[in-house]
């Protein structure tokens, strides 16, 4: 198996902690993603790092027994450690606030804390075994406030800090499940749902096990995901992921389910909105995608895995130390170790080596697996860091080793501009709703944001077409048939053509003479009028002649000023092309003969100032009688560079009658 073969990959830069030990405890936040390293109890010191601090966090604290569970709130404000079963201590690390500790016992009797979640910088939620306790910190007092509390038995809990949801396991058999939402200082009770276990001989009691619940955000909803594990009695061929969704309003629903088709220990992360799987047994990895199409039966939708199972990238631990010792070679770290513990979404922690890692995904090898065009593209379009590997795919399909048919090819085409006109009629309804004034509104509009997802025009001509039509070996038709076939998109999706991309197929058709099917083209305005097109035409008069009317008929149905059209042609350097249209609309008598002499010069091409200046010394004598210039046409620095190139001999003489 190849390197490119893997498509998840640990990352670079880990955080790293001391390794646990009988003297080191490890802890970690999920909220803040923070790693605690506690020393005997924080006397010999506490060291906090967290994947985004340059610098960790060090501090010392007494030693009052052992301690179950350490969190900094938002923001890194309060400190907050549980060291019995009935209280929380806290520490400011506020600036100029008080650094003494302080206690809050949990106020129902009898309950003991199974632990504690921050829901804000100075809002906390205590879990204990016989409800649950929202609080509000008052750090300047030293004091808990008491803001809500909720009575129902727990046997453990889950907290997803991305949506301020925490899941509470109820009933004997663990599997009747409360949400509860956090926000601003209020908590609101979500409906409970259960989860249905797999059927068991009566003879084994079966519960659901905190172990095989992970809550994570998918494309922007909260899903409660559950690792059914194959029970001998039912037919089925394995273990499955069931998703249920779980929305502010409303019941919770099971929606999606996932085929592992194996057996044994798993591990669930949530990595760029994919779902993966690890597998202990066979040390090797799958990942599914809720938005690809699955297989429906009414109620939920059935998922196989995207891809075949891979691998994560073989990893190397860099060996610390002086630069004298890291010559030597980094270890292979041992991946799917049973001492590895995995967080939602993306973390990984392995507390005997001491390191956290975060979970990627690599899209370039993915190309090489999913032959299917199309599914390949729902696939990349989905993803965070996408742009570079579908233009990749773009040039790979036409390329010709690797050519695409091209019902495929459009299908990609469709796939792209789909996207880029779900962009582009947000981004307009944004400007309408902005220049009627409705920005202050409530909710505030949010400007549409452009994901890597939106491949523009600009994109596809100059990393795809481009170079596709620049390549010699491709058949003349194959590029044609492309080229026009993602224009046919673009009309599809109703989204203006870009004039370069038209240019591309009329240089195109040009290069083979292919100019009746140019004349087609324009006639049955399968390529859409603009400025920069006629122009165009204008300057391939003189490969085809008919190219000048074609380009003049399309001017007058812009409606196009005809100085303004002069004016494109001579910035265009198409100086014959603008003197002939001037011609043809009998407008050559009143022209500035600086303006074209100046345009002919800018050129560099000799001969062809000649023919301009011979057509002026022309017009002069037949308007004046006398070919010279007038000093009101400032034609003084022309006269002498034509004298200077061809001699004083080449000048008109005046002709008399």
Request: charged letters at 20%; hydrophobic letters at 40%.
């Amino acid at each position: 198996m190849g390197g490119e073969d893997y498509y998840l990959e640990l990352c670079e830069r880990p955080v790293q902690f001391e390794k646990a030990n009988p003297v080191n405890c490890v802890f970690f936040d999920e909220a803040n993603k923070q790693v605690f390293a506690v020393r005997s109890g924080g006397a010999t010191g506490v060291v906090v790092k967290g994947p985004d601090d340059r610098n960790p966090i060090s501090f010392r604290m007494d030693d009052r027994g052992e301690v179950k569970c350490i969190k900094f709130s938002l923001e890194n404000k309060i400190l907050a450690v549980q060291r019995t079963s009935k209280t929380v201590d806290f520490c400011n690390f506020i600036p100029d606030n008080s650094q003494l500790e302080y206690t809050q016992e949990c106020k129902t009797k009898n309950a003991n804390i199974l632990g504690f979640c921050w829901t804000s910088s100075t809002e906390i939620v205590f879990i204990t075994d016989q409800g649950i306790e929202f609080y509000q910190v008052l750090p300047e007092k030293r004091s808990l406030k008491l803001l809500k509390s909720h009575n129902i038995n727990v046997n453990w809990y889950m907290y997803c800090p991305e949506s301020a949801v925490i899941l509470l396991s109820t009933t004997v058999l663990e599997n009747v499940l409360q949400p509860f939402y956090f926000r601003a200082g209020t908590m609101s009770k979500l409906p409970k749902f259960e989860i249905e276990l797999p059927a068991a001989p009566k003879s084994t009691k079966l519960s659901l096990s905190e172990r095989d619940i992970a809550m994570a955000t998918i494309y922007g909803q909260l899903y409660v995901l559950f690792l059914r594990h194959h029970s001998r009695t039912s037919n089925s061929t394995g273990a499955e992921v069931v998703l249920y969704h779980l929305p502010r309003e409303g019941a919770c629903k099971k929606m999606h389910i996932l085929k592992l088709n194996r057996t044994g220990k798993f591990a669930l992360n949530v990595v760029d909105n994919l779902v993966v799987v690890h597998h202990q047994d066979t040390e090797t990895s799958v990942i599914f995608d809720i938005k690809l199409r699955g297989e429906f039966d009414g109620t939920v939708t059935f998922h196989h895995p995207v891809l075949p199972a891979r691998s994560i990238q073989p990893y190397q631990i860099p060996v610390a130390g002086p630069a004298a010792v890291t010559s030597q070679s980094p270890v292979p770290c041992k991946l799917y170790s049973s001492s590895w513990i995995v967080f939602q979404p993306d973390i990984i922690i392995s507390a005997s080596q001491g390191y956290l890692w975060n979970l990627q995904v690599k899209l370039q090898p993915i190309v090489n697996l999913l032959p299917d065009k199309g599914r390949l593209m729902d696939f990349l379009l989905q993803r965070k860091e996408c742009k570079a590997v579908i233009l990749s795919v773009c040039s790979q399909m036409l390329t010709e080793s690797d050519r695409a048919t091209l019902p495929v090819i459009a299908t990609v085409f469709d796939k792209l501009n789909h996207e880029y006109k779900k962009y582009l009629d947000a981004e307009q309804s944004y400007t309408m709703a902005v220049e009627a004034g409705q920005s202050r509104s409530n909710p505030p509009l949010k400007r549409p944001v452009r994901t890597q997802a939106v491949v523009d025009q600009s994109d596809v001509y100059t990393h795809v077409l481009s170079p596709f039509v620049e390549n010699k070996e491709m058949p003349h038709k194959f590029v044609i048939a492309v080229l026009m076939e993602y224009i046919r998109s673009l009309n599809q999706f109703q989204i203006t053509v870009q004039h370069y991309l038209h240019e591309l197929v009329i240089k195109t058709l040009v290069q083979h003479n292919l100019f009746y099917m140019l004349h087609q083209f324009l006639q049955y305005h399968v390529l859409s009028d603009s400025k920069p097109l006629a122009c165009l035409l204008l300057s391939l008069e003189s490969f085809y002649p008919p190219a000048h009317q074609l380009s003049l008929d399309m001017l007058k149905r812009l409606s196009t000023a005809n100085d303004e059209i002069v004016e494109v042609l001579l910035s265009k350097h198409q100086v014959l092309a603008a003197l002939r249209f001037i011609r043809g609309i009998g407008g050559h008598d009143n022209i500035s003969a600086r303006k074209f002499l100046d345009a002919a010069k800018q050129t560099d091409d000799v001969m062809l100032f000649y023919t301009i200046f011979r057509f002026f010394e022309q017009r002069n004598q037949r308007l004046r009688g006398n070919p010279n210039f007038t000093p009101g046409e400032h034609c003084e620095e022309h006269v002498a560079f034509f004298k200077q190139v061809f001699g004083e001999q080449a000048l008109m003489r005046p002709t008399t009658f």
